[in-house]
């Protein structure tokens, strides 16, 4: 009898170690915002970025919450969240800017796709468009089209699997003006290759630096310029990198 007890503790310790590793709390907390009642190729990434996302979840051991109520961009809800996602679309009232900006200035992270970061002269917003790094939507190539891009630096946390060179999947590119490179805040980590141009067929891109995704360093940010359409997912090597920015900036510490 005495010889089972080593036996039996072990079992014990096992079962209580697998219990533990599967009950483990989640690394950090994403709360994705999105919205159905916009352009249908915004809501097509928005769907496919929830399953992606939410798959991810399970093997990175985040938690991830999604939601289309933007009145929930406020202190209460945002505090219980290190990452706020804002998938295809952007906050509307002061309110909402208001809780998300203090958010953003007490370390809370985010990362933006596409229509996120649109601005312009109507957007009245000017904390937003700093934040960005001073960009300003000027032009877009129409329709989507695959495109070059450019990776530099290559050993970022957020691009280190991607090559200095790839070709994306089809997006709608946009163009800022002035290109948030020119602020001292902004790494830019993807731009859109030159060879490109002219980019479009209704709507060109024809000169300039347009970078594609790049981070305020003032900030737990990222912006992604793709967003459009049902390919963004398309690309195995390319979709890792959103699984390295979330985790970058899930991870980083407050
Ligand atoms: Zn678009």
């Not at 007890?5 to 915002?33: D, E």
């Not at 919450?65 to 002061?94: E, G, H």
């Not at 596409?114 to 009245?124: E, F, L, R």
């Not at 000027?138 to 699997?161: F, I, M, S």
Request: hydrophobic share 40%; glycine share 6%.
């Amino acid at each position: 009898m005495m010889k089972k007890r080593p036996l039996l503790l072990c079992l014990l310790l096992h079962v209580s170690f697998t219990a533990a590793a599967v009950n483990k709390p989640p690394a950090f907390k994403v709360l994705a915002f999105y919205n159905l009642r916009v352009e249908p190729d915004h809501v097509d990434f928005a769907n496919d970025a929830l399953v992606y996302f939410k798959r991810l979840a399970g093997e990175k051991n985040f938690q991830f919450d999604t939601t289309t109520d933007w009145s929930k961009m406020n202190a209460a809800v945002l505090s219980k969240y290190q990452v706020v996602l804002w998938l295809n679309f952007f906050p509307t009232t002061p309110e909402q800017r208001a809780a998300f900006s203090t958010y953003m200035e007490h370390g809370g992270g985010w990362i933006g796709f596409h229509v996120a970061g649109y601005n312009d002269k109507y957007t009245q917003w000017p904390w937003f468009v700093n934040f960005l790094g001073g960009a300003v939507f000027v032009n877009n190539n129409w329709p989507p089209l695959p495109a070059k891009l450019h990776v530099d630096p290559t050993n970022h946390p957020v691009t280190r699997h991607l090559p200095a060179d790839y070709l994306s999947p089809a997006n709608e590119w946009y163009q800022w003006d002035p290109s948030p490179r020119l602020s001292k805040d902004v790494k830019v980590l993807v731009t859109l290759d030159a060879a490109n141009y002219p980019l479009g067929k209704k709507n060109l891109l024809t000169s300039g630096d347009i970078p594609v995704v790049w981070t305020n360093k003032k900030y737990n940010m990222l912006y992604v310029n793709m967003g459009h359409g049902d390919k963004i997912f398309t690309d195995s090597l390319q979709n890792k990198m959103y699984e390295d920015a979330l985790l970058w900036v899930g991870r980083k510490k407050k």
